[in-house]
């Protein structure tokens, strides 16, 4: 073997890192949205406390690092991949929500700064990645697209209740 049939190996962990970005991208969020979305919410939806904001995250946020997980485990195609893809898929979504209403609104919508600094460009990477190590299949991304907006529209019309 000479030095250029050499090919650098990638530890495993690094090698799926990037399923843990929905995971990450989730808690740095909502440690943003935390101290005011409840009452930006109530304000320009619907009745929002703290306390329900919390319970109904935990439960979300638990399922995402599971998805996240099994995906790691799972490493290409399949199920695990597709909704840890959707997830991330949604923070991009929901960045845009949340751009758009600080502009339409004219008020600051909390969770905007991690949308624009955090969801979008983690998005943009994890999708290159996803693409660059066949992760996925090109429907398999159509899927989790489709889902996450799914996601997205679901978690901003639960505004509305």
Same mark, same amino acid.
């Given at each position: 073997?000479?030095?250029?049939?050499?090919?650098?190996?990638?530890?495993?962990? +690094?090698?799926? +890192?990037?399923? @843990? +970005?929905?995971?990450? *991208?989730?808690? +740095?969020?909502?440690?943003?949205?935390?101290?005011?979305?409840?009452?930006?919410?109530?304000?320009?939806?619907?009745?929002?406390?703290?306390?329900?904001?919390?319970?109904?995250?935990?439960?979300?946020?638990? =399922? *995402?690092?599971?998805?996240?997980?099994?995906? &790691?485990?799972?490493?290409?195609?399949?199920?695990?991949?597709? @909704?840890?893809?959707? /997830? #991330?898929? #949604?923070? %991009?979504?929901? %960045?845009? /929500?949340?751009?758009?209403?600080?502009? &339409? =609104?004219?008020?600051?919508?909390?969770?905007?700064?991690?949308? %624009?600094?955090?969801?979008?460009?983690?998005?943009?990477?994890?999708?290159?990645? @996803?693409?660059?190590?066949?992760?996925?299949?090109?429907? #398999? &991304?159509?899927?989790?697209? *489709? &889902?996450?907006?799914?996601?997205?529209?679901?978690?901003?019309? /639960? @505004?509305?209740?």
């Amino acid at each position: 073997m000479t030095m250029s049939d050499a090919r650098p190996t990638t530890p495993p962990v +690094l090698a799926v +890192l990037p399923f @843990l +970005l929905p995971y990450g *991208v989730y808690v +740095l969020h909502t440690v943003e949205e935390l101290p005011g979305f409840a009452d930006w919410a109530t304000r320009h939806f619907g009745p929002e406390t703290t306390s329900n904001f919390v319970l109904y995250h935990v439960p979300l946020m638990l =399922l *995402v690092l599971v998805c996240s997980w099994l995906a &790691i485990r799972q490493e290409r195609h399949g199920a695990w991949v597709v @909704l840890a893809t959707a /997830f #991330q898929w #949604q923070f %991009a979504v929901n %960045a845009l /929500f949340h751009l758009s209403t600080w502009i &339409i =609104l004219g008020e600051y919508s909390p969770g905007a700064v991690t949308a %624009a600094v955090v969801s979008l460009p983690a998005t943009a990477c994890y999708l290159v990645w @996803l693409r660059r190590t066949d992760r996925v299949s090109p429907r #398999q &991304i159509a899927l989790a697209l *489709v &889902i996450g907006t799914l996601i997205a529209a679901a978690a901003i019309g /639960f @505004l509305f209740l």
